[in-house]
T-cell receptor
Framework: GAVVSQHPSWVICKSGTSVKIECRSL??????MFWYRQFPKQSLMLMAT?????????EQGVEKDKFLINHASLTLSTLTVTSAHPEDSSFYIC??????????????FGPGTRLTVL | AQSVAQPEDQVNVAEGNPLTVKCTYS??????LFWYVQYPNRGLQFLLK??????LVKGSYGFEAEFNKSQTSFHLKKPSALVSDSALYFC?????????????FGAGTQVVVTP
């Protein structure tokens, strides 16, 4: 149980285009979802936290207009990288906290999405 | 400010030898502590967590970790390392008082197990 999926697993796009990444909790309802960014061999950097039905809370230094997050339901959150540029190339990972299992703050992680912007 | 430190960028160990990956934390209250492993181009896989109670926590794939409150440490251990344990390991802390449940990650430690 507690499986999180991400789609696509990898994407290549041209500079200036927008890319949407989906994060789904497959067998549980997620009260909160997190979006992270990871550079090669580095730690995860939290980008934003989102709760179902409300606006995402972005970490300092993360551009809200560039990284649009929508948490439309208890099982789906999307990250849209708008007007992508090569510097946005990275590994994006989402995680989710399970409703009813949040007392330990445990997060379940998706497999990640590799974004390459040409 | 909360922080998690993994003092070693890389740990090298021969297969069959004990493996230890260090983690210390600095928080202003009681933390939940976690260990995750990441293989190349993959997400994080959960290994174990400390919530409360017994200081020695046993987890997946033969890993265990010991919570030491006085030293604010949560070192990951495995008695006999396997080549397949070669991966990137992350320690994370989350405050019990944080309603969002945000994680503070360490920088990660690359484990290299040689045959």
């Amino acid at each position: 149980g507690a499986v999180v999926s991400q789609h696509p697993s990898w994407v290549i796009c041209k500079s200036g285009t927008s890319v949407k990444i989906e994060c789904r909790s497959l067998d549980f309802q997620a009260t909160t979802m997190f979006w992270y960014r990871q550079f090669p061999k580095q730690s995860l950097m939290l980008m934003a936290t989102s709760n179902e039905g409300s606006k995402a809370t972005y970490e300092q230094g993360v551009e809200k207009d560039k990284f649009l997050i929508n948490h439309a339901s208890l099982t789906l959150s999307t990250l849209t990288v708008t007007s992508a540029h090569p510097e946005d190339s990275s590994f994006y990972i989402c995680s989710a906290r399970a409703r009813g299992r949040s007392s330990y703050n445990e997060q379940f992680f998706g497999p990640g999405t590799r974004l390459t912007v040409l | 400010a909360q922080s998690v430190a993994q003092p070693e960028d890389q740990v090298n160990v021969a297969e069959g030898n004990p493996l230890t990956v260090k983690c210390t934390y600095s928080v202003s209250g009681n933390p939940y502590l976690f260990w995750y492993v990441q293989y190349p181009n993959r997400g994080l896989q959960f290994l174990l967590k400390y919530i409360t109670g017994d200081n020695l926590v046993k987890g997946s794939y033969g890993f265990e970790a010991e919570f030491n409150k006085s030293q604010t440490s949560f070192h990951l251990k495995k008695p006999s390392a396997l080549v397949s344990d070669s991966a990137l390991y992350f320690c994370a802390a989350s405050m019990t008082t944080d309603s969002w449940g945000k994680f503070q990650f360490g920088a990660g430690t690359q484990v290299v197990v040689t045959p």
